[in-house]
């Protein structure tokens, strides 16, 4: 009944509504089946923080108005992945790399789709092999902790108000919970946050580490 009255309201936005199910057609796939296999940000195991000192936004002003690949999509609007990636490459690498800089290495290797998704398997082109990308065909907690566990750091996907996806990066976990960092929230110095102050739920699970 909720996701049906869900699904109305989103077909009741009219051009809106059209919109959401072309830039996000995930939404419109979950109202109607239900999410696929998904895991809560509440973490399990003892707690464990990964170095974290890349803190870069999507929405800086040096690149928020940069477009990804052949779109008119900025990274101030979209670039969530392409900016939790950046800060991923910096803390695995020890070398900062900003959203500017990826997406232009992106933008140079083909690694956006005709929509300006991101390629995950061009991010180890875009980085000269620095870098490998695991991506899990679902997330669970087992594969968040083996990702960190070896050094690597988990990119998930949450939704803002369970319905806008959003990719962030983890950073550890703490207290039962994991921590992240988001590209759209806190300043350089704010420490990482819980997951749970912008969504409950983890979606999709990718795993950067050093090559």
């Known amino acids: ?15 809106g509504g059209v919109y959401i199910g072309w830039r996000y057609p995930s939404v419109i796939r979950d109202i109607i089946k239900g999410p696929a296999n998904t895991v809560s940000v509440q973490g399990v195991g003892a707690d464990i923080v990964l170095p974290d000192t890349a803190t870069f936004r999507q929405d ?32 695995v690498t020890g070398t900062p ?11 140079q290797v083909g690694g956006y789709t005709s929509r300006g998704w991101l390629i995950w398997s061009k991010v180890a082109e875009a980085t ?36 806008i996806p959003h990719w962030v990066l983890l950073v550890g976990r703490k207290d039962g919970e994991y921590i992240m960092r988001d590209p759209l929230v806190g300043a350089p110095d704010d420490p990482a946050i819980p997951v ?16």
């Open 128 to 163: 000269d092999g620095a870098v490998q990308i695991k991506v899990h065909d679902e997330p669970t907690h087992e594969g968040i902790a083996a990702c960190m566990a070896d050094g690597g750091y988990p990119v998930v996907k949450i939704k803002l108000g369970g319905v």
């Open 1 to 15: 009944m909720l996701r049906k009255t869900i699904l109305v309201a989103v077909l009741g936005l009219g051009a």
């Open 60 to 91: 800086t002003a040096e690149w928020a108005g940069d477009t990804m690949g052949q779109t008119t999509d900025t990274l101030g609007r979209y670039g969530c992945t392409v900016s939790s990636v950046a800060n991923a490459i910096s803390n």
């Open 97 to 107: 790399i900003s959203p500017k800089q990826l997406n232009e290495k992106l933008g």
């Open 196 to 211: 749970s102050v912008r969504g409950k739920t983890i979606y999709s699970l990718r795993c950067l580490s050093k090559a």
